[in-house]
């Protein structure tokens, strides 16, 4: 039985010592680190842009998880890809166009993922599930760390999975919002390959034996 991958998400982390929390990040068993990258427009809160992933790429040893949270996220993907960006998500909401850039995703290189708030349907992905790396269920709405997990998204990972199963697409799933204790062994257990998880590793006592606890879950 597998470990699922473990994308901690900087938006919780200490951003007076980022250099100091991403060697944290480097000597713990994460596989990725999480960006939220948010414009104030598509939801209400603003966090960094380019200069500070390219100090955090000059800095991380792992892949650069990249949950853009603007909108025509297809405007910056260029700049992403020349700093050195390994996966980008974007929301299916924020997309007119959403097969058209995740190609565009592709052809520079990256593994391409898409979002889906919580009001929006899994059945949305029908006619992508195929071509996408990842699809990332928000088990809150997008915006900020530390929110409650919305229960319903238990039944939205089952019906991602039974989706991906049915069309033999190869996207993994990502969950994200409200990782804890609790709910990250529902999340495995429903599906979930990617645990993203804020507050829950970046607030706590010891952020590497948090991952370590999150690591040694296993997906049946
Ligand atoms: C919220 C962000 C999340 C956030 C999760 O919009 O996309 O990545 O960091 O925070 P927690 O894990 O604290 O709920
Ligand atoms: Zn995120």
């Not at 997990?149 to 993994?172: N, P, V, Y």
């Not at 919002?177 to 804020?198: F, I, M, R, S, Y």
Request: proline share 5%; net charge negative.
């Amino acid at each position: 039985m597998e470990s699922p991958i473990v994308s901690p998400s900087l938006l919780s982390a200490d951003y007076g010592n980022l250099q100091r929390d991403i060697e944290l990040i480097n000597e713990s068993e994460a596989d990725w680190l999480h960006l939220d990258i948010m414009d104030g427009v598509f939801v209400p809160n603003i966090t960094f842009g380019q200069p500070v992933l390219k100090m955090v790429r000059k800095h991380l040893k792992k892949d650069m998880d990249v949950h853009l949270m603007i909108v025509q996220p297809e405007k910056f993907l260029n700049d992403f890809k020349e700093i050195g960006v390994d996966r980008i998500t974007v929301h299916y909401e924020t997309c007119v166009h959403i097969h058209r850039t995740i190609y565009e995703i592709k052809k520079a290189g990256m593994k391409a993922g898409v979002a889906l708030n919580p009001g929006t349907p899994v059945c949305m992905l029908r006619d992508i599930i195929k071509d996408l790396d990842m699809v990332l269920i928000m088990t809150v709405n997008p915006g900020f760390g530390g929110q409650d997990f919305i229960m319903h998204s238990l039944d939205k990972i089952k019906e991602t999975k039974a989706l991906i199963e049915e069309t033999g697409s190869h996207a993994l799933i990502q969950m994200d919002g409200g990782a804890n204790k609790e709910t990250a062994p529902l999340l495995v257990n429903a599906g979930v390959d990617v645990l993203v998880a804020g507050s829950y590793v970046f607030k706590s006592a010891d952020p590497k034996a948090t991952i370590h606890e999150l690591k040694a879950l296993r997906k049946c």
